[in-house]
């Protein structure tokens, strides 16, 4: 359990991000443009500019540091170094590449190749294998489907529900589209202007949420979803 007792990001007087929730197993960071999720990521990256005040409180039971933390952003295309062989991104040992690839279902002859030569949904996979390389405990995932088409979506989706029966990970998955963590994440966290309006079990928030935010979150899904139809 990783247990954010306390975390406030802050620009001179204003307050950006003021939340604390829990990531038991997965845990999904809900929330419109301009509401803190890519702070919060940060934060826990330890990446925010010095420009901003950062105050934390964190129980956890391993360090949250480069080693245990892997991170999948939301452009994996501009994540890989263009001139590079697949293999030479990756550092571990090729006994590890070849564990890493199999679990994502990926063909080792990719590790020969470079990223212009492969599919974008090969390349968020290997993106997914890097961060898997290290023996890491905590996977940030950043809306990690949103450049990618409603098949390598649908993919990406079930590789993630797979790590999680094989891995002893921890997942905090950003998004602002809700359908695509229903599957995955045991419990929401809904975020309006750097506060937490709504949380609990995605099921319970999803099939009956309180906050009128959170219903109107919902409802433009379900709209969306039957627009597509
Ligand atoms: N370096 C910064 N200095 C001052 N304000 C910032 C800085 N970075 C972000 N903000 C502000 O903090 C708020 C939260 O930004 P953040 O990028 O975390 O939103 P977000 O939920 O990730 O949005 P999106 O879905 O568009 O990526 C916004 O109002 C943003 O303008």
Redesign the pocket.
Known sequence: MINIKKLKIS?NDKE??DISFKISTSTALI??????????LKALLNLL?N??KYQNEIDCSFELNYNTIGFIPQNPFTSLSQMTKIKNQIFCSDEKKEEVFKLLNLSLDILNKYPSQISGGQIQRVVIAIALSRDIKLLLLDEPTTALDLENKTNIINIIQDLQKQLDLKILFVT?DIDSIKDICNDIVI?KK?KIIEFGKTIEVLENPTNDYTKELINSTFKNKEFRK
């Open positions: 620009a950006l991000v929330g419109e443009s301009g509401s803190g999720k890519s702070l919060t500019p420009s901003l602002h975020l750097g």
